[in-house]
Nanobody, 128 residues
């Protein structure tokens, strides 16, 4: 049974930092393609970053230079380091995984339909 679980979200003041952690278990591949998405109240879920099996990353424009995604394949764990947080970063952050490997992405991150497995989310609230 595949399980995806996020942690690390909490209230933080603007300008602060957080590190989100996602663990994935039960997948057939050792280094699955994974991603972070977020959803603000009343808005569509949007992609934040994606990471390939080899560690190639891409980011949504508004977080470039502030957020960094990385992975530890020995632990099947994905991280999202978020610096210089802004109130508009507030939302529920979801980790997603695909039970397959890909070395790199062409043309940006895949859409949400590319990922079959999702966590329950972890709340990030950034106050001004």
């Amino acid at each position: 049974q595949v399980q995806v679980m996020e942690s690390g979200g909490e209230p933080v003041q603007a300008g602060g930092s957080l590190r989100l952690v996602c663990t994935a278990s039960g997948l057939r591949v050792d280094s699955p393609a994974m991603a972070w998405f977020r959803q603000a109240p009343g808005k569509e879920r949007e992609g934040v970053s994606c990471i390939s099996s080899s560690g190639d990353t891409d980011y949504e424009d508004s977080v470039k230079g502030r957020f960094t995604s990385s992975r530890d394949n020995t632990k099947n764990t994905l991280y999202l380091q978020m610096n210089s947080l802004k109130p508009e970063d507030t939302g529920m952050y979801f980790c997603a995984a695909r039970d397959g490997s890909v070395d790199y992405f062409i043309g940006g991150c895949p859409t949400r339909t590319y990922y079959a497995y999702w966590g329950q989310g972890t709340q990030v609230t950034v106050s001004a």
